[in-house]
């Protein structure tokens, strides 16, 4: 089982609020991801980091800002949550695997996000 | 357009039972492919994982098939459980950039009742 971990795993939350969702993994991995899923949908990547002091944006337009200070620790904000954030986000990390160079994506659980 | 597409979008089975999934995709170039599991409020954990030149793989009751020539990859089921109520991604990874990009399909929602 992947040691990647996502808190908190529910938040219901007013329009406006700025808020934090975080997302740590142990396994050394340098490439993190955060993505967003709505229900019966597909994942649609928002965030990227290769690792310390690296970060991109994703395929999907997000006005979210994420950071990356620590290896093990890649949080997402939202300065100025609004109903249409209301989703849940993924985030994942991954280790080159084989000499293929097949990575190989670990999922945290999720966090469930609801703006009122 | 690099697009994946699976089938059906939603199946449900009886306990015991097998089943096959389908993937198609239009990925170029293709990397590899890969089957992951999602049960509800959960995040997907990898099945199976697939380069060019490998056809088929199996873990436990999962046997995932795939045919780069006509673009077609399955996943079947053998011996259905209730725990295997789920939903299905098919992902496909191009070799387009370092980061191996990732295409995702909308899943197979599959049911399983006893």
């Known amino acids: 089982e992947a040691d990647i971990y996502q808190t908190p795993r529910y938040l219901v939350i007013g329009t406006g609020k700025k808020i934090t969702l975080e997302c740590s993994q142990t396994?050394?991995?340098?490439?993190m991801y955060w993505y967003q899923q709505d229900p019966g949908m597909e994942l649609h990547l928002i965030h990227y980091?290769?690792?310390?002091?690296?970060?991109e944006k994703g395929d999907l337009s997000s006005e979210s800002t994420v950071s990356r200070i620590r290896t093990e620790h890649f949080p997402l904000t939202l300065e100025s949550a609004r109903p249409s954030h209301t989703s849940q986000y993924l985030c994942?990390?991954?280790?080159?695997?084989?000499?293929?160079?097949?990575?190989?994506?670990?999922f945290g659980p999720g966090t469930r996000l609801t703006v009122l | 357009k690099n697009q994946v597409e699976q089938s059906p979008q939603s199946l449900i089975i009886l306990e015991g039972k097998n089943c096959t999934l389908q993937?198609?995709?239009?990925?170029?170039?293709?990397?590899?492919l890969r089957w992951y599991k999602q049960d509800t409020g959960r995040g997907p954990v990898s099945l199976t994982i697939?380069?060019?030149?490998?056809n088929t793989k199996s873990n436990g009751r999962y046997t995932a098939t795939l045919d780069a020539d006509t673009k077609q990859s399955s996943l079947h089921i053998t011996a259905s459980q209730l725990s295997d109520s789920a939903s299905y991604i098919c992902?496909?990874?191009?070799?387009?950039?370092?980061?191996?990009?990732?295409?995702f399909g909308r899943g197979t929602q599959l049911t399983v009742w006893p």
């Open positions: 697939m380069t060019f030149s490998e």
């Open positions: 994942a990390s991954t280790f080159l695997s084989g000499d293929r160079g097949t990575d190989t994506q670990y």
């Open positions: 993937c198609n995709y239009t990925v170029s170039p293709f990397s590899n």
């Open positions: 396994m050394g991995h340098d490439k």
């Open positions: 980091s290769y690792g310390v002091n690296s970060t």
């Open positions: 992902v496909v990874s191009d070799r387009g950039s370092t980061l191996g990009r990732l295409y």
